[in-house]
């Protein structure tokens, strides 16, 4: 039976991360991923904000041209409202070599990694992970849960689960580098995104092309609002989506749009990223707020493995952090209400007022992400 200090499910940014810090800090940490190679099945869409970009250390190479202009549209795409930032506000990072630049630095810092894994369950403080050669036993003080939307460790945890999630799809794809500034287009439509978004982010390199929204809502099921959307989306004017089955690469995925879980510690270890539901509630990104829950994660676990105090982990509170999204919640509330076109039309023109474009500008360039800085804060 291998015996480690932490055992990390799942090798995304928010794992990784918390592996990392970890480690450093001198603990023996085990982090599996069930992914034969970190550089498939990626399903985000990689779009970094600006807070993101200036407080962690993300490599330049693997970082698109800044974004600092959105598009919103209505149902029909007529009468858009175009936002300008003065400062650069997104890029779109090219996640398979920055997950492979993440690992090779956590395997720096002394995590073994362990791909093509799954975990299999919990007996007390004894967890079964299961290779190519079969079932193995790993006894650890704590383990954390970066194992996604449907984190199978909070279930045996008894933490709480994202119980409100949207499916998205994504078509990515190289383009020719044009003449209009790099854009981040955003379509409100229930007909293509029910209960969410459609989006094109075109930043001269490449164009992401997809839609969300609540499963049982699509008229035609996902694929086929995808398929639509992509038709005669906006921001692509003049650019040929490519032929072939590896021109494009196709990302898909459940997105946690509930806010931040309550309960997301106990005794026996914590979740971090889309399993602690660490995504905003209205824009769903989440790099941002998963590397930092997953800061604070590793600060929560080395005080208490240094103290040997595991009360330590009723700091780690999704309850208090919850509260800084309020706002946001009750706009994801007021999004999910918008089900018709006519209605999604009728809303939209708040964004033309003065009003409107003020707070689309605090929700899209603002500053505002958690946790602060202290534990337990």
């Known amino acids: ?226 398929e639509r959307f992509a038709s005669s989306a906006p921001g692509l004017d003049g650019v040929e989506r490519p032929d072939g089955p590896d021109a494009i690469e196709r990302r898909g995925g459940p997105i946690p749009v509930g806010g931040l879980l309550r309960r997301i510690s106990c005794a026996n270890g914590l979740l971090v990223g889309d399993a602690a539901g660490a995504v905003s509630p209205l824009t769903a990104g989440g790099l941002d707020p998963c590397l930092r829950l997953s800061e604070l994660a590793a600060a929560v676990l080395d005080e208490s493995l240094r103290t040997g105090r595991p009360d330590t982990l009723a700091h780690f509170d999704g309850a208090a952090l919850r509260a800084r999204f309020r706002g946001r919640l009750a706009m994801r509330w007021g999004l999910d209400k918008v089900r018709t076109p006519a209605l999604a039309a009728t809303a939209f023109g708040l964004l033309r007022t003065p009003p409107g474009q003020a707070a689309a500008r605090r929700i899209l360039f603002g500053d505002r992400s958690f946790p602060a800085g202290q534990i337990g804060a």
């Open 1 to 226: 039976m291998d015996s480690v200090d932490v055992l990390v499910v799942g090798a995304g940014l928010a794992g990784l991360r918390t592996a990392t810090l970890l480690a450093q800090q001198g603990h023996e940490v085990l982090l599996a991923d069930r992914r034969p190679s970190l550089a498939g099945a990626i399903r985000t869409t990689g779009i970094f904000v600006r807070r993101t970009l200036d407080d962690f250390p993300l490599p330049a190479e693997c970082l698109g041209p800044p974004i600092r202009r959105v598009v919103l549209y209505p149902p029909g795409l007529r009468g858009p409202v175009a936002l300008t930032s003065e400062r650069d506000e997104y890029r779109v990072g090219d996640m398979a070599p920055i997950y492979v630049k993440a690992a090779d630095a956590a395997s720096g810092a002394g995590v073994r990694i362990l791909l093509g894994t799954r975990y299999a369950g919990r007996q007390g403080q004894t967890y079964t992970l299961v290779g190519k050669e079969g079932p193995a036993e790993v006894r650890t003080r704590f383990v954390v849960g970066a194992d996604g939307a449907r984190s199978s460790v909070a279930r045996d945890l008894g933490l709480d689960r994202n119980r409100h999630l949207l499916i998205g799809a994504e078509e990515v794809y190289e383009i020719p580098r044009g003449e209009e500034p790099p854009t981040f287009h955003c379509v409100l439509d229930p007909s293509l995104a029910p209960g969410y978004l459609a989006w094109v982010v075109n930043d001269g390199r490449h164009a992401h092309v997809g839609t969300a929204g609540y499963a049982n809502r699509f008229p035609e099921g996902l694929r086929r609002a995808l």
